[in-house]
Every structure is written in C-alpha cells, then in structure tokens.
C-alpha cells in the first residue's frame, strides 16, 4: 500500500466503465449526469482496452460495463473480450433492449461473467411507464430467460421508489421466476435525475418500513434459492453510510468521454478537477487526481465527523449528498443534515401522501420521461445509438 500525504492509498477493487450515455429508456431516475457525454466524444474500443489492462495492473478484479445503454456501442462484444482479456470479471449492466440472442452468444464467447437486468416494476403496464418504453417488460423478460438458458448468472436491478415500493414482494418472486440468482431491492438514491424527480419519487417513511420488513420476511423465506440485496433511502437511514466503502478507496467510474471519477455521481459536485484516461493513465489518476485525493482519509472533515469513533467506518457518509443537500460536500451526511430542517422540510410534503398522489406521479412521470428522453435525443442527433 503506497501513501498519498499522510493518508494510507488502497487498491481499488472494481470498475464502473460507462460505455456510453445513449440509452433507449427515460427512467426519471437515471444514474447519469443531468449534461451527457454525446457520442461524438465516447472513448474508443482501443482505449478501453488500455483502461482495462490499466485497471488490472492497478489491482481491479471486477469491471461493470454500464451505460446508458452499453449494447448501444456497436463494439461492446470487442470491449467484453477486452475487459476478459485483462483477467477482469466482467459484469454486463444493461436494459435488456438492444441486445439480441446473437449479440448475446457474441458475448457469452468474448468470455462475459454475470449479466445484471434492471427490472421497473412487476406489472407490465407501470414497468413500461416508468422505463418510458413500450414493450421494455416483455424484452427484460425474454431476456432473462436467454441469459440463464446460457447459464451466465444473472441478478434483477430493482429500482424502488413511491409508485414500485408496495410491489417489493412481488419484485422478488418476479426475479425468482427467471430464475434470478440475485435481486437488488435499490431504493433510488438522490442525485442528477432522480433529485430533479425527488418529490414525486420519494417513498413515505410507512412505505419504507413496511418494505424493509417485507424483505427480512423475503429473505426468511427464500433463504438458499436466491440473494437479496437491499438498500434503504439515506433520507430514511439512521447514519451515514460507507458510500462504494469511502472516497477514493475502492472504485473508479470512467466516463464515456474518458473522465475519471471516484463515484458516479462526482461530477456533480462543484469545483472538483477530474483527470481524463485519454491524457494520463489510470494509475497515475488513481495516486494523483486533485478528485480523488479531495476527500481521501480523514484530514478533510468538519465536526461533527472529525471526531466522530465510526470516521475511519463510514467516512461521514455521501460526499454527492452532502453536496446536492448541503452546498458543501465535506459537510455531513445525512443524519446531521436532517438535523438541520432540510429533510424535514422535503419530508413534510411527502406524509400522508393522500389518494390523489399516484395520479400526479404518473401525470409527472410521463412529462419527465419525456423531457429525459428528449434531452437524449438532442445529443443523439447526428447518429442516435447504431
Ligand atoms: Fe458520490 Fe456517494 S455517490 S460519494
């Protein structure tokens, strides 16, 4: 273990390559940026290879091919053998739409490890809604079936919010059904997309409560036939959480247009310098980056946390959080924040949600989907996805 200053420098273990921002689906609480990378300024297959092959020699074992939608390159067959050929494991994170049984024994050849499928709901109806895609279920579910009749292991991505979180049981016996041998019950987390949406997509506290004890019953019940995963609302959580296990620790994410962040959501965070994989190599962003060594350690943090006994265990909680809550990302997170009146604030309008809500939601939901997916489009236009 290298030191940086006085603060002890990990290995990072896994991975986040975002292929691409392109995507079919306009899910209100996309992961990605609110400003895309445009094709036009995706890296190419030959510096993907080299990252991979930087990331192995760094000590990555695991890399997840993400997007937007990653089958929207015409090369992820080229990139998944690259990853392998790098001794990574390489996890497949994708919608389902785009890929087809050939693609799919392309992949399983070019030596893919683990599929992971983002599932929108257990009704076909609400699913298509949310995804912004007719006829997404019905793709996610053939999929499914072709991913395990390969026997690659595949996890369901549950995304959880105020319109899904009543239907967490049936999540799981949908995820059971395709023969799933992992489920994530993901609540969103709030950041770039899903903060915009926040007010209609944040569940009540009841709904939380009832779908944590819904799980540990799930978890009860389907113990040795399949893992459940599940992870609660930070405006919900007690304390903060270890988020991707600290700073600069564990992960890397690069993003289609090459930057290197230490989480997904780092760029929105004001003032932060991101190194890119086209100008250095990732070892060098990894030790050096002004991003990455920007809330390493411990040196960084304000009181409550500077003297806090769990510091060194959960590193104050989420730096984009603080951020997005607070304006100032060493602040604490989220806890102290609510103690502050701005969770209350949020949360106030979101009790007792009355009979009307649903309908607002599903009226605020087709207009964000929409406006997600023009936002794609505007980007796309010289030369949308293939
Ligand atoms: Fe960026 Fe938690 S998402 S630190």
Known sequence: MAASGSTPLHKPLGLLAELTHRCPLGCPYCSNPIALDPRKDELDTATWARVFREAAALGVLQVHLSGGEPAARRDLVEITKAAHDAGLYTNLITSAVGITDKTLDLLYDAGLDHVQVSIQDSVEASADRIAGYDGAFARKRTFAAAVVARKLPLTVNAVMHRANIEHVGDMVELALALGASRVEIAHVQYYGWALKNRTMLMPSRDQVMHAAAAVE?????????????????????RLPKPCLGGWGRRSLNVTPAGKVLPCHAAESILGLEFWNVRDRSLADI??????????RGTAWMQEPCASCPKREQDFGGCRCQAFALTSDAAATDPPHVAASGVFGRVNSRLRSPGASWKLSFIRKLTETSREFRRSRFKFSETGRNR
Do not use: C, K, M, T
Request: glycine fraction near 4%; charged fraction near 15%; charge should be negative.
């Open 217 to 237: 019953e799930l978890r009860a019940r389907h113990h040795g036939q399949i893992v459940i995963d599940a992870v609660v609302p930070d405006y919900y959580a």
């Open 286 to 295: 990894w030790s050096h980056s002004p991003a990455f060594n920007a809330f």
